[in-house]
């Protein structure tokens, strides 16, 4: 494996756009984070002192539109998942998100302007031993019709999705991905969020999704995409949906070793599947790479693939 030592940004970048359910305009800056640190979104613009929150499990609060993460005063930032996916699926492990408004800004609807931020900011390696959480045993969840399961798998992180929508225009799409950052790039990132028209419409009347619009959704009604300038992949739902996980699976804390599949899934199930497999014990171990004990000169590129069967534990299930 190319990264054998944790990562952060070199420098800071910023993004601005509205939120998808308020409409309103917020700004978000990526930065670099100590060694250890994990995601760490930095909320702005509150009365009185800024408020902290690292992107955990623990973190979540509500998954209904969104991954929404908060504190015990509640919630701080909502819409979370794509600005993960883009920090996981580019091989980051260390960085600050400061935002100054209730919800990530949602962009052209995928995780190519995160990709962009992270770009401008530079991707540096630090003087720490990457570690990774193994999944040791399968760990399935079913809530209704959809399943979500984790399974050890000796490549690397591997996303499995199937959707199976009754809009016959979207209908039923498979998609496998396995984790790199220049196939998260090429194939994953731009994929758009997407709904029905006849959703949206009663989101907006919900007062959700007042931000939506054909400049960051894919819509469709019964019978056709409703966007003049077409998909950008055939299958571009279920890549939205592997972009999704990627960035609810980032909750770990740690990357993934590991396969995940869903079929029909969606922030819920990406996160309850996530929380079981951290509540049993004896279903995964934090690994590092041993490539990472050797010495590292100078800056290493954007360009980690899997890890293979490189890997040694660094403690065990039973050790916090």
Known sequence: ?????????????????????????????????????????????????????????????????????????????????????????????????????????????????FVAAIDQAGIVTQPAVRRFIQVLKPVQVKIGDAMGELRPFAGGFRAEVEIDFANKVIGHQTYSFDLSPEGFRRDVARARTFGCMNDVARLWGAGFALGASFDNTVVFDEARLLNVEGLRYANECARHKVLDVIGDLALAGLPLLGSYRSVRGGHKLNNAVLKALLADRSAWRVVESETARRPVRGHVEAGAGTVGGLVAPAYGPDVS
Do not use: C
Not at 27 to 46: E, Q, Y
Not at 61 to 86: K, M, N, Q
């Open 1 to 113: 494996m190319k990264f054998s030592r944790q990562t952060t940004l070199r420098s800071q970048a910023t993004v601005t756009g509205v939120g998808v359910h308020s409409g309103l305009p917020v700004s978000l800056t990526l930065g670099p984070a100590p060694v250890d640190a994990g995601f760490i979104f930095v909320r702005t613009g509150l009365d009185g002192a800024d408020r902290e929150v690292t992107a955990t499990a623990d973190a979540v609060i509500a998954t209904e539109f969104a991954t929404v993460l908060g504190d015990r005063e509640g919630p701080l930032v909502s819409t979370a998942e794509h600005v993960l996916a883009a920090l996981r699926g580019m091989g980051v492990d260390n960085a600050t998100i400061e935002i100054d408004g209730s919800e990530v800004p949602i962009m052209d609807g995928s995780a190519a302007a």
